[in-house]
């Protein structure tokens, strides 16, 4: 396996290739890139919907189909902030999604495989900059192209994931390796590339230990969290959301997922090359959901990964014992990753106490019962190490 066979790389993991604010659209765009633009002010007025629908529709059915897949994405970026802008930018949700937004929306969405409204690869991967070109993939270094409400705290909440995605690339890339060495039985480079990986993972928890310097609980849950939600599941909605002019929905309501850190690729990559697998359990049907919101490539990786990776089987009949405590050096830090995740959901949402639609804090954005099952996939993550 190669990273670069499915638009990654070990410098940038499953984060965009490119930077957005290197795009420029076709003009047809100027009305929409400049309400996104202004999209903190429009929140603001209280009545975003009334700008909102005053958009045309630039019909890019045709263009969406050939177009570059940069400007692409970058305009899948633009709808899907306004999309869910128009949603719940206001007290109550609407029952439809109007045609100037839904067709254009669909388009975009068609044309990368993916729902059509806001995406992690939306929100963080495709969503970033380096403020200097020369300079690494640093928090120091990084900005949020498309916001919200906007501020500290929105900003910090992406940028510290789109780090961690940053430093992610080397488990993706060893991870690729892995896949060649065990099938070659090469014991000390195995060893090598699960050590890496093993200082990878104490980088990436160092910048998600750093989410509450600049993003605080409060300002998350209601100034952050209640733009990022989806239809399914939320009672707010009651079924989904109509898609006024796309024929293929028939003018029924469509109920999607929402945005949340759990379409991040990285866990999934590590379960599908440490083969740890998990009991069936809400938690698990909605990651398993999930799959399917993730970029195509990203999928393909993680499905190619599982079917492919013989790292357990080859580390536990090795006999190697530093190969053995590498791998469940790997596994431990995997299982820590989730047990701050845990530790954030509890503090950011859990916690937390409000009266926003849609906004429910006994609720994982996706609609389920977070804090029991993420302790549940937690443990079963720890107890499959190898003897």
Known sequence: M???NYGMSRER????HYEIDTITLPSQFDPIVQAAGNLSALLTTGRVRHWLDA???????????DAPEEEVRTAMVHYSFLV??????????????????SRPMVALADRLGQAPLLPYSGYVLDNWYRLDKSGPITLDNIAMHQNFLGGADENWFVLVHVAIEAEAGVLLDNAAKLVTVCRDGDEETALTLLREMDEAWERIYAHFARMPERCDPYIYFHRVRPYIHGWANNPALDGGLVYEGIEKFGGEPQAFRGQTGSQSSIVPAM???FQVGHSDDPLKSFLDELHAYRPVEHRRFIEDLAAQSTLRSFVADSGNTALKDAFNACLEQAARFRTRHLEYAASYINKQAGSIAGNDPDVGTGGTPFMKYLKKHRDENRAQVVD
């Open 13 to 16: 993991g499953y984060l965009s």
């Open 55 to 65: 958009l045309p529709d630039p019909q890019i059915g045709e263009w969406a189909k």
């Open 84 to 101: 869910q802008a128009y949603v719940w930018g206001e007290d109550e949700p609407p029952a439809h999604l109007p045609a100037n937004l």
């Open 2 to 4: 190669e990273l670069s």
């Open 271 to 273: 379960d599908a090359l």
